[in-house]
């Protein structure tokens, strides 16, 4: 027989105690003997005092466990460290309280796989929002995203009212495709190329005859499409007007000095002949780039370096021509500071078109049908499901589609880290860049397209985990705001040969999956 020593028990008395907790006792003759023998609430039983415990029964569980309160510790480890120890006891463990998922009652929530928890069993990779609603859906939050890129459709129903403020900064009015240069209007009226176009204006000559992306609108929908409407998709931010629409590219691509004071503009700071934004960002969401390093472009290291000075977070895609960053690197991707993101189907390996290289940052659901290798636009259940329009031309009807790229990537990572700082407004670009990198979901790894296994030296540290960064927010601890200095980085020499992405001087070619063709429509 087990000697109880140590421990004071109540067998059925209702007190609350200061932590709850479930055990099993070692011995349950004992255990039945001491039932029948104590029935009365509240009465202590001395067995002992050497642990300064005292433990009362609360009810007796299916199992032979037992439901119980303990007083006299400082908390519920201190216990369990106690009892863990005791001869008596076989197992004890937290009455840990359990909540419901938090899920939205969309429609087509369901279909999107990149919001959902991790399961290695189908495999399904996505970010577990559903517990990262638990901790915040977003509600009232004023944590806004500049979504810098074609402008957006901004009656599209599940965006409407999910947007504030915004502008058009395309200076060049044929690639605008809106009859003027830069103005307050920040709609997307779409960025189809003709063969006319082609043949017409040299600024469309080495771009392909292309339908209406709705690129912008796209991007929005991941971060904030109105959620728990019953109408289309779940936005990852729930609450509030979280979008600044600022429109950048048009007719096929966009000037780096446009998108330089994009940048600048969007957290609020003074642009030449621009009025003053009133609705500044933290988080600037770049789905686009082009191909050359930052230090080549003092223009855009200053717009990081100012970004980064007024608080800001950029968020920017790594690309999708399956290359190594580590040799061919991007603006603003290459820029200090900057979070890189790549990638990855739904298995959780690479997607087959995203960059990678030790300048990732992290990875993030971003589609990957390798079947429609020439398309933006992808089937279900291997693409990421957004809000879009099925004009191919101009905007007619809204509708959702299935897309790939790791242009849909990035906003997975934006709308998480508006959450993250909803919950905490203090937090740095340091703090969440750490938050989000130790938090990630590991990368799996498969016998079958080895070529596409991930690594944390080809993209970064792991897969997006929205429910472990919020609980890392609420929880902690957090890191210290400030990295440690280190040296200086050596500069390498620009490679010869030139080239790069630009179709003409200055110009940003967007990172979608090269063509825009045929599309995969949910009405």
Known sequence: MVVLVGLLLSLTGTAQGKERLIVKFADQQLRAQMLSEHPQPGRLIPLGRETGLIMRQLRPMSGGFDVVTVEGVEDAEQALEILRRHPAIRSVEIDRRVYPMVEPNDPLYAKQ???????????????????????????????????????????????????????????NEVIANDGDGRDDNPSDPGDWVSEEDRENHSEFENCPVSDSSWHGTLVAGIIAAASNNGEGIAGIQWGGPAIVPVRVLGKCTGFLSDLVDAMT?????????????????????????????????????????????????????????????????????????????????????????????????????????????????????????????????????????????TSFAVPHVSGVISLMLGINPELTRHQITQILTETATPFPTYATKTDLNCSTDLCGAGILNAGQALARVQDGPLPSPEPEPEPEPEIKSAPSGGGGAFSLPGLIVIMLVLLFARRHWVV
């Open 265 to 405: 503009w969007s957290v609020g700071l003074a642009v030449p002949g621009v009025p003053k934004n009133p609705y500044p960002a933290r988080i600037l969401n770049v789905s686009l780039g082009a191909y050359g390093r930052c230090d080549e472009s003092p223009s855009m290291r200053a717009a990081v370096e100012a970004v980064h000075k007024a608080g800001g977070v950029i968020v920017a895609a790594a690309g999708n021509d399956n290359k190594n960053l580590d040799d061919e690197p991007m603006m603003p991707a290459s820029c200090e500071g900057v979070l890189v993101i790549t990638a990855t189907g739904k298995r959780g390996q690479r997607a087959w078109y995203a960059n990678f290289g030790s300048s990732v940052t992290l990875a993030a659901p971003g589609g990957d049908d390798e079947e429609k290798r020439s398309l933006i636009f992808s089937t279900a259940d291997k693409g990421i499901l957004s809000t879009s329009n099925n004009g191919t031309r101009e905007p007619e009807q809204s509708n959702y589609e299935y897309v790939q790229g």
């Open 113 to 171: 796989w990149a919001l959902q928890s991790v399961d290695p069993s189908i495999p399904r990779y996505g970010i577990d929002m559903p517990a990262a609603w638990d901790r915040f859906t977003g509600e009232n939050n004023p944590v806004r995203v500049a979504v810098i890129d074609t402008g957006l459709l901004l009656d599209h129903p599940d965006i409407a009212g999910r947007w504030v403020g915004g502008y058009d900064f395309i200076s």
